[in-house]
């Protein structure tokens, strides 16, 4: 397979694998050892670690900027601020100090300034900042606040995304009305405007310009041509998530305005980058398939005069995710079974490398300077949190910059590895196999299940928390903990995400179980002691196994589908379950019956606990209330709680606590046989 190959020539020798190691690890087995071991991470202290996020490097390569996730408990909000980090030293200061988030760092060409995103007055706009530091000043006031920014090349302009301020006409409805919407008419179009770096003082900045407007479409992404005169972006015709296969790439010339559309086929085709001479764009495309939620898509290349694109990517068999072209190549990430990596793509001869090594690393967030020879990116191991590192691309040598797993110094924390298996039609499958600290292979230990969503998630065996599952408390009571790549997971290849197409449920719970049947195999599993849990299609999967396995002592339900026909009239992305079971309910009642949990409901036995926040769109909360009253008539234990103000995601993190201490709970009764504590009224 291609694959192979090319992970064949690029396999780094036994020296090279052993020095990215040393650098990436930091020396923290060194650190730990003379450390007295501590008490086991809690559910708070695992919601308090400092997460490092979205690496910039500077056009010189001198410095990075990147984002420190932290906890405010006080205001109830996980928050970023901006730090920086010396490339050739590694020394790092925080650049950014607001009580709310400051993120998206953006480098202005000379790498004197830093613009940035923040919401600290309310409303996200873009400020300044010297990289050195000192105030930062705020450059917009844009009523509807900012979503995205980039600077011109010649680093005395900025174009930016932002929704549509509300108009006279909506004020005056909503004054005389009250608040109401018609279902399918989005009023909200993103749209670019341009804003002047002024030289001195902020208070003199201009008005924003408008460039595009309108109501035939809304701005997803856009990229500046080097010359500054024109402007790439992909665009759909409304903001619903529904409407992602319209997605299309124009051009937009800035001092005319002059709109032109490049593509002309089924979407999506998005996320522009053009070519260092300005001549051509290369985007994501789905190349006009319908069913682009589980096919491959592909890296292609069109004139940016107008013409026929050309497909580059065919011959990879993953979802490519397009970063930039520069001099000796387009660059893109890409999920690699449970690593990511970087690569980069010749479109002369559409030849393609993995730039990163070794096989096991976790690369995300890249970033280029200008000359293509340094990259910033995340790194990380097994068994390691995410670093930033830098590196250079010729041959890739890798330096990380901090050291955020300094925070689990001397805590004793479950160790992770790659397992696999066959499911029960012969499939082969991995997972990853969480195992206690002291984990003795002579004892019986219990089991908890934790699926993935999706279903093109995959888990990988990095040190990165679960925001709803207590996974290391779980282990610090002695369990083992299975995170299944099934079906449909991303990183295998487009053949392995269409196992999922008309057999969603079914092939899935065949990955699940033959999983937990290896490990029993392998003698280690107490089979009388085990549990089931997952969010979104994690949580649809840990469904379908509460109403037709009886193999769990305990199911959590989070955010997930009971009944497909439910989902498939609720959702706000009608297109995935049309393109997963190839069909409406109208058309093949038959298809959404066999897929769906509630089908199998005589055979459910297994206590539930059914979480969901009340706002979701993306599985909406008619879902969790059919579960529940088909297994209270069914006299199947079940609770269920409701996370009022949330949609699909719980982001706070007093609420992803009390996530976390629920399922804790439930399964502390149920695969424990512990009593739950009484709680102050």
């Known amino acids: 397979m291609m694959r192979s190959s090319l992970l064949h020539a690029n396999a780094p020798g036994r020296a090279a694998v052993l020095a990215v190691l040393t650098l990436l690890a930091g020396g923290q087995a060194a650190r730990t050892q003379s450390t007295p071991p501590r008490a086991p991470l809690t559910i708070d202290q695992g919601l308090s670690l400092q997460l490092a996020e979205s690496p910039r490097i500077s056009p010189d390569g001198r410095l990075v900027a990147y984002e420190v996730q932290s906890t405010d408990w006080e205001d109830n909000a996980f928050e970023t601020e901006i730090w920086i980090a010396v490339s050739a ?183 522009p980058e053009w070519s260092p001479d300005g001549k051509f764009l290369a985007y994501e495309t789905s190349n006009g398939t319908d069913f682009y939620y589980y096919l491959n898509s592909y890296i292609a290349v069109i004139p940016a005069a107008g013409g026929a694109p050309r497909i580059l990517s065919g011959a990879f068999d993953e979802e490519p995710a397009l970063l930039a072209w520069g001099p000796e190549g387009i660059y893109f ?171 969603l449920g079914v092939g899935d719970s065949w990955d699940v179980l033959s999983g937990v049947d290896a490990l029993i195999a392998r003698g280690f599993v107490d089979p009388e002691r085990m549990g089931v849990m997952g969010w979104s299609e994690g949580g649809y999967i840990s469904a379908f196994l509460t109403t037709t396995s009886t193999r769990f002592k305990a199911v959590s339900v989070g955010a997930g589908i009971s009944d497909w026909t439910t989902y498939y009239v609720n959702t706000d992305i009608t297109p995935f379950t049309r393109q997963y079971l190839r069909a409406t309910p109208w058309d093949d009642p038959e298809i959404y019956r066999q897929t769906s949990p509630i089908t199998y409901l005589k055979t459910a036995k297994t206590p539930t606990l059914i979480q969901h926040g009340d706002g979701d769109h993306r599985v909406p909360i008619a879902n969790a209330y059919e579960l529940r009253q088909a297994l209270e008539d069914r006299g199947v234990p079940v609770k269920m709680i409701v996370y009022k103000g949330f949609g699909h995601q719980i982001d706070k993190p007093k609420q992803q606590r009390a996530v976390q201490e629920h399922n804790l709970e439930w399964f502390s009764r149920w695969v424990w046989g512990e009593k739950a504590e009484e709680k102050p009224e």
């Open 333 to 503: 990430g890409a999920q690699q079974k449970t690593s990511a990596h970087l690569f980069r793509l010749d479109p002369q001869s559409e030849k393609i490398e993995r730039i990163t090594a070794p096989d096991s690393l976790m690369v995300s967030s890249a970033s280029f300077t200008r000359d293509f020879a340094q990259v910033a990116l995340l790194t990380a191991l097994p068994n390691g949190m995410a670093e930033v590192s830098v590196a250079r691309l010729k041959p890739f040598e890798a330096r990380q910059l901090t050291a955020m797993g300094d925070q689990l110094k001397g805590i004793p924390v479950a160790t992770r590895e790659v397992v696999t298996w066959k499911s029960t039609d012969g499939t082969p499958i991995e997972g990853i196999l969480i195992k206690p600290s002291g984990f003795d292979p002579a004892k019986k230990y219990p089991l908890l299940v934790v699926i993935h969503g999706g279903p093109t998630g995959v888990s990988m065996p990095d040190f990165n928390l679960h925001p709803f599952y207590p996974i290391e408390q779980f282990a610090a009571k002695g369990a083992l903990v299975l995170r299944p790549n099934y079906r449909g997971s991303a990183g295998y290849g487009e053949k392995f995400r269409s196992l999922s197409v008309r057999n």
């Open 89 to 271: 030293t590694g020394a790092r200061y925080q650049l950014t100090h607001s009580r709310r988030s400051s993120s998206a760092a953006h480098w202005s060409p000379d790498g004197k300034l830093l613009a940035f995103l923040s919401d600290r007055d309310g409303k996200t706009q873009i400020y300044l900042i010297a990289p050195t530091g000192g105030e930062s000043e705020q450059l917009t006031h844009f009523e509807s606040g900012v979503s995205a920014l980039e600077w011109a090349p010649d680093g005395r302009r900025i174009a930016f995304l932002a929704p549509d301020p509300e108009t006279k006409a909506q004020k005056e409805r909503r004054e005389k009305y009250g608040e109401f919407m018609e279902v399918k008419q989005h009023e909200e179009m993103t749209h670019i405007w341009l804003v002047d770096v002024p030289v001195g003082s902020v208070a003199k900045m201009p008005e924003p310009l408008r460039l595009t407007e309108g109501e035939q479409f809304t701005v997803n992404d856009f990229s500046w041509s080097p010359d500054g005169q024109r402007i790439a972006f992909s665009a759909t015709r409304d903001a619903s998530p529904a409407s992602d296969g319209s997605s299309e790439i124009y051009l937009l010339g800035v001092a005319d305005k002059k709109v032109q559309k490049l593509t002309a086929g089924k979407g999506p085709n998005r996320n």
